[in-house]
């Protein structure tokens, strides 16, 4: 039976060198000369630190334009609220992948609607469609890119 999975993943490589690249620009913008501003890579995702709150801001902008650029989505960036610490200001942007329960669940109830003759699965941190038809599956990727669902999809593992 054909079947494919539907999973939501970043490109970690492209992340590093978007921050790379928002770094380097924060050392040639006028507006941030002289100001101690930086992007760090970490586990959980990418702490900006600046001087104030509205640098972070510009910051964001900075690290959206970057990430868009590199082809990384960004729907996966997950933005916390800003944090003063003393005489700076710290906000942690989180990296979100891999297709959450409530939202595979909400993918799931989609395509029962649509009355397509698939059956879909949960899997950890995918969705696995499987169907008698290629055209069914096909259609399922279509309907899934048409819906609004605010995380970046990817599909992969087509078989059949």
């Known amino acids: 039976m054909p079947s494919f999975d539907v999973v939501s993943e970043i490109n970690m490589h492209e992340v590093t060198n978007a921050v790379d690249q928002a770094n380097r620009e924060l050392t040639t913008r006028f507006d941030f000369r002289g100001v ?18 509205f640098q972070l801001k ?6 959206q334009n970057k990430m868009h650029k590199r082809g990384v989505d960004i729907f996966c960036l997950d933005v916390q609220p800003p944090t003063p ?26 395509i029962k609607n649509a009355k397509l003759k698939v059956q879909a699965a949960i899997q950890g941190e995918k969705l696995r469609i499987t169907g008698k038809k290629r055209d069914d ?24």
């Open 85 to 110: 610490l003393g005489k700076e200001v710290k906000q942690l942007v989180k990296l979100r992948q891999g297709i959450e329960q409530a939202d595979a669940k909400k993918m799931i109830k989609l």
């Open 36 to 53: 101690d501003a930086k992007f760090e890579r970490q586990d959980e995702g990418i702490m900006m630190t600046a001087q104030a709150e």
């Open 137 to 160: 599956l096909q259609a399922v990727i279509a309907l899934l890119k048409e819906a609004n669902l605010e995380i970046p999809l990817q599909y992969e593992n087509f078989r059949d």
């Open 58 to 63: 510009q910051m964001l902008d900075i690290l």
